[in-house]
């Protein structure tokens, strides 16, 4: 078969022939078949882990303290709250293998405002997402301390 010049709506100087286009195409199909089966980079966004409360001790959190946790407000967006303290409150109250100590979380948020009591969303980058209900117990001016309780 010989080789035909292409449409000459194409702007190829000198014009493109048939059989270069087809080669041309060929190797366009055989990296995309091959670029679409490398695992993606970069722009993924891996799975976030979210942590169960029953599964949580205060050992989960005292290697924590001072580190900040992105609390999310639906009143005021996104906030970071320091995990200033981990109380642990008194013995293991329940029977079986998931009973375990009473503990509480306290979280500083300067500059805040208030915020009223409700189940939050915090973030930590070791921990991955914690939904807690978290109670205002303290406001300094702009400052605010919320605690949550495990029983």
């Given at each position: 078969?010989?080789?035909?010049?292409?449409?000459?709506?194409?702007?190829?100087?000198?014009?493109?022939?048939?059989?270069?286009?087809?080669?041309?195409?060929?190797?366009?199909?055989?990296?995309?078949?091959?670029?679409?089966?490398?695992?993606?980079q970069g722009g993924t966004v891996p799975e976030e882990r979210s942590l169960r409360l029953d599964a949580v001790t205060p050992g989960t959190f005292h290697g924590l303290v001072g580190?900040?946790?992105?609390?999310?407000?639906?009143?005021?967006?996104?906030?970071?709250?320091?995990?200033?303290?981990?109380?642990?409150?008194?013995?293991?109250?329940?029977?079986?293998?998931?009973?375990?100590?009473?503990?509480?979380?306290?979280?500083?948020?300067?500059?805040?405002?208030?915020?009223?009591?409700?189940?939050?969303?915090?973030?930590?980058?070791?921990?991955?997402?914690?939904?807690?209900?978290?109670?205002?117990?303290?406001?300094?001016?702009?400052?605010?301390?919320?605690?949550?309780?495990?029983?």
């Amino acid at each position: 078969m010989p080789d035909i010049p292409l449409a000459t709506s194409l702007a190829c100087d000198p014009p493109l022939q048939r059989r270069a286009f087809l080669n041309l195409l060929g190797g366009t199909g055989l990296a995309g078949a091959v670029l679409s089966r490398l695992p993606a980079q970069g722009g993924t966004v891996p799975e976030e882990r979210s942590l169960r409360l029953d599964a949580v001790t205060p050992g989960t959190f005292h290697g924590l303290v001072g580190s900040g946790f992105r609390l999310e407000s639906p009143e005021r967006g996104a906030l970071t709250a320091t995990l200033m303290e981990v109380r642990e409150l008194g013995r293991p109250g329940g029977a079986g293998p998931s009973s375990r100590a009473p503990f509480g979380l306290t979280f500083h948020l300067p500059g805040s405002g208030f915020l009223p009591q409700q189940t939050y969303a915090l973030r930590h980058p070791e921990l991955g997402r914690l939904d807690l209900f978290l109670v205002p117990v303290r406001q300094q001016g702009n400052d605010l301390t919320l605690e949550a309780i495990f029983g």
